[in-house]
């Protein structure tokens, strides 16, 4: 166990690790760092109590239990003016010179310290390794030369400087003290795969950042290998393809881990994704489709936010609405089927078949206007639905249970049109409201009723908001066939659109934006001739 001084108040403090045969610390545990740095940072901390009586104490339960014969030195803090890291005899000597030239009795809380740590044998090393990191801390790491040489490219160049007596370098402001200690102990190990099986994700970003600036090969490896059989959890696959990239900018292989995120295919292909929304569309469990729909649709709004998307939203939207064109061709010809004279002579299975396949391409349509509506492309598909002439004339022939459907999708047209989020032509507008108001109209009181997520009060503001886009003739035209049947069928079955109403009304009646202009003036001169007025 290791021990823990402060100079000039002594903080003894147990740090654990693990000593090899050959007398060296093997993968240090980062409770040693931890309690370390926890142990420095109360020290600068002001203090109500004396630390010398808590010194005294933690000193008198070291003496209790007597060293292991396989103990390393023991660590040691240096004073503020220390500039290395001393022996473990000569340190009392300097601080009893320092203390002389210290003023007398100084505010203990108010002198800055140092941490010093040594791991290691000093008895069978042959070279010595200082690491200064940062607020004053030091590790003082008793190593051997050729075993770091033989690991690391960077030691093998530092080490072999002609030098007198046994090596000793200094590592200045070093990043990651502790992950530096840990690295080079793993120089000694024969297993490394074994000492990294227990480590996190992030710490092994942090040793293989370490290990690659020390040029420890086999390090890097074994945290690749690592990071390639590890599940990533959460934020850790981003930050692990951010560190594995740099290395690959190295000129590292690191292909093995990339595989993971990315294929030998630079852009997916359109027939993966097209596959995709074939399966969503065609799947035959409800609750399995609908969760399915909401994953998808939630996934291709984040692809919408990412930059360089536009390459790909040309050919994304194309397979879109293909699969549109194929959805509105199944939802016509199940119109058709039912709307046939003998629908009711079939047996009450096929009957329900036909039903299901009417809402599950309804349901489609809907789930792919809505995608559209995201990727502000919805454009088109008002104008296909518009032009459905043959299916709005069905509309009429097939019970009110079944096609309400198709009118679920006209609501939702209008919604969108009233919120901006769509912006068809003139001209669609016009053939919209022509070719599918009076069927919506006619569902309207089942779909108040019998629609859970029919909300009467969007889907009016945006019949109005919708028809107040039209020239005010065609405005006038609309809203006296709107008045003329909502003064028959009334409040619940008919929308609501008196503040429709209201606003074309202020604008023939009471504010006309445009108005003949007015006639020249004319003033009358004292001679009795007329001239226009200036």
Same mark, same amino acid.
């Given at each position: ?59 008198? &339960? ?14 040691? #803090? ?24 210290? $003023? ?26 200082? +690491?200064?990191?940062?607020?004053? !801390? ?32 200094? =590592? ?14 793993? %120089? ?11 480590? /996190? ?6 040793? +293989? ?82 969760? %399915? ?5 939630? +996934? +291709? ?5 990412? $930059?360089?998307?536009?390459? /790909? ?5 194309? %397979?879109?609405?293909?699969? *549109? ?17 003998? !629908? ?15 809402? #599950?391409?309804?349901?489609? =349509? ?31 022939? =097939? ?14 047209? @209008? ?5 901006? &989020? ?14 599918? #108001? ?15 997520? @029919? ?25 006296? /066939? ?11 079955? *008919?929308?609501?659109? &008196?503040?429709? !109403? ?6 023939? @009646? ?25």
């Amino acid at each position: 166990m290791e021990e823990i001084r402060v100079q000039g108040q002594t903080r003894i403090r147990n740090v654990p690790i693990a000593v090899t045969p050959e007398g060296f610390w093997c993968c240090p545990s980062p409770v040693a760092f931890q309690k370390t740095l926890k142990a420095h940072n109360s020290v600068n901390k002001p203090k109500t109590s004396s630390p010398l009586s808590k010194a005294a104490t933690s000193k008198k &339960q070291t003496e209790k239990k007597p060293p292991s014969p396989l103990e390393p030195s023991r660590p040691q #803090l240096a004073a503020e003016d220390s500039r290395t890291i001393q022996e473990m005899t000569g340190i009392v000597n300097t601080a009893a010179v320092a203390s002389e030239r210290v $003023p007398p009795k100084p505010k203990i809380e108010n002198v800055p310290k140092k941490v010093a740590i040594e791991f290691g044998e000093p008895g069978t090393s042959d070279a010595k390794v200082v +690491l200064l990191g940062k607020q004053g !801390f030091c590790v003082k790491l008793s190593v051997h030369r050729n075993v770091l040489m033989e690991n690391s490219s960077f030691f093998a160049k530092k080490l072999s400087e002609p030098t007198s007596g046994s090596p000793h370098l200094e =590592l200045e402001d070093c990043e990651d003290v502790e992950i530096c200690v840990e690295t080079v102990g793993l %120089m000694y190990c024969k297993e490394m795969k074994q000492r990294l099986i227990k480590q /996190s994700v992030p710490r092994v970003l942090r040793i +293989l950042k370490v290990a690659q600036q020390f040029g420890f090969n086999a390090c890097v490896q074994s945290c690749l290998a690592y990071l390639e059989a590890v599940p990533w959890v959460g934020e850790e696959e981003e930050k692990v393809v951010a560190s594995v990239l740099r290395l690959q900018d190295e000129g590292v292989q690191v292909t093995p881990v990339l595989k993971r995120v990315a294929s030998g295919i630079v852009n997916p292909p359109k027939d993966t994704l097209s596959h995709i929304m074939e399966l969503v569309l065609k799947g035959n469990e409800e609750k399995g489709r609908r969760e %399915m729909k909401s994953v998808v649709l939630k +996934l +291709l709004k984040e692809n919408n936010n990412l $930059p360089g998307h536009e390459n /790909s939203a040309a050919l994304c939207n194309d %397979m879109i609405y293909s699969s *549109c064109r194929s959805c509105l061709d199944s939802l016509l010809s199940v119109f058709r089927i039912a709307a046939e004279p003998d !629908f009711g002579d079939k047996t009450a299975g096929d009957r329900d078949q036909v039903i299901k396949e009417i809402a #599950l391409a309804a349901d489609n =349509l809907s789930w792919l206007l809505d995608i559209l509506t995201d990727k502000q492309d919805a454009e088109k598909f008002a104008d296909i639905w518009a032009n459905q002439q043959e299916m709005a004339t069905l509309h009429s022939k =097939l019970p009110i249970t079944t096609r309400h459907h198709a009118s679920c999708i006209t609501a939702r047209i @209008f919604v969108g049109i009233g919120r901006g &989020q769509l912006l068809p032509s003139k001209e669609t507008r016009q053939l919209l409201l022509h070719t599918w #108001l009076e069927p919506l109209i006619h569902d309207y009181s089942w779909l108040q009723h019998g629609c859970r997520l @029919f909300d009467r009060k969007v889907v009016e503001e945006g019949i109005g908001r919708t028809i107040l886009t039209l020239p005010l003739e065609d405005q006038q035209r609309i809203m006296l /066939s709107w008045l003329g049947s909502f003064l028959k069928a009334g409040d619940n079955n *008919c929308p609501n659109l &008196q503040k429709a !109403f209201e606003v074309w009304w202020r604008r023939t @009646f009471v504010r006309p934006y445009v108005e003949p202009p007015p006639p020249p003036q004319i003033d009358h001169q004292l001679d009795g001739s007329f001239t226009s007025g200036r």
